[in-house]
């Protein structure tokens, strides 16, 4: 199982928005509504901001969406802040009853 | 509230085996699936396996088959995760992580993470 394919790095600056994309295939990302979303800042453990695609968690900010388009999910943050600055992963449910991660993106604050 | 706690950092030579726990508490043990996810230093997530900590089964990525075996204790609520002839890029920090009850593969709690440095 490949990890699913995230950009390397997305930059914008406080206030603008930005997407970070996760794409996959029909096997995982495409073939079923389980994508996930985590944000995870150094040193720390992952924290879930998006489950199924476009669902939020109590406590995460309205300012992170989630949507999808065939075998690609995107992770919106619109409004954005200093503290938003980490590193984002997608992960999905895959046709082998498994997990997959996306290969992640830094979100960077200029 | 929901806790997961892990078992301390571990330092193993090339060949060994290690055992990393991870204790649950703030609710029903056997209600929810538990996964493990590894990160070595500076690089990604990746999902490693998940065992139903009810009946005990259990389902690895194939890379991990035959080298790792995850179990459960339900009478301390813990789970465990054993990786075996470990090898220098097994060096990585291992997490636990609860699967939430909507959808499916969303983990909404994570343990704090075990280091494991794989060195001779």
């Known amino acids: 199982q490949s990890a699913l394919t995230q950009p390397a790095s997305v930059s914008g600056s406080p206030g603008q928005s930005i997407t970070v994309s996760c794409t996959g295939t029909?096997?995982?990302?495409?073939?079923?509504?389980?994508v996930s979303w985590y944000q995870q800042h150094p040193g720390k453990a992952p924290k879930l901001m998006i489950y199924d695609v476009s669902n939020r968690p109590s406590g995460v900010s309205n300012r992170f969406s989630g949507s999808k388009s065939g075998n690609t999910a995107s992770l919106t943050i619109s409004g954005l802040q200093a503290e938003d600055e980490a590193d984002y992963y997608c992960s999905s449910y895959t046709s082998s009853s498994t997990g997959v991660f996306g290969t992640g993106t830094k979100v960077i604050v200029l | 509230q929901v806790q997961l706690v892990q078992s301390a950092a571990e330092v193993k030579k090339p060949g060994a085996s290690v055992k990393v726990s991870c204790k649950a508490s703030?609710?029903?043990?056997?209600?929810?699936?538990m996964h493990w996810v590894r990160q070595a230093p500076g690089q990604g997530l990746e999902w490693m396996g998940i065992?139903?900590?009810?009946?005990?089964?259990?389902t690895y990525t194939q890379k991990f088959q035959g080298r790792v075996t995850m179990t459960r204790d339900t009478s301390t609520s813990t789970v465990y995760m054993e990786v075996s002839s470990l090898r220098s890029d097994d060096t990585a920090v291992y997490y636990c992580?609860?699967?939430?009850?909507?959808?499916?593969?969303?983990?909404?709690?994570w343990g704090q993470g075990t280091l494991v440095t794989v060195s001779s």
């Open positions: 029909s096997s995982d990302v495409g073939g079923y509504n389980y």
């Open positions: 065992i139903n900590p009810g009946g005990g089964s259990t």
């Open positions: 703030g609710y029903i043990f056997t209600t929810y699936y």
């Open positions: 992580a609860r699967e939430a009850l909507e959808g499916r593969y969303n983990f909404d709690h």
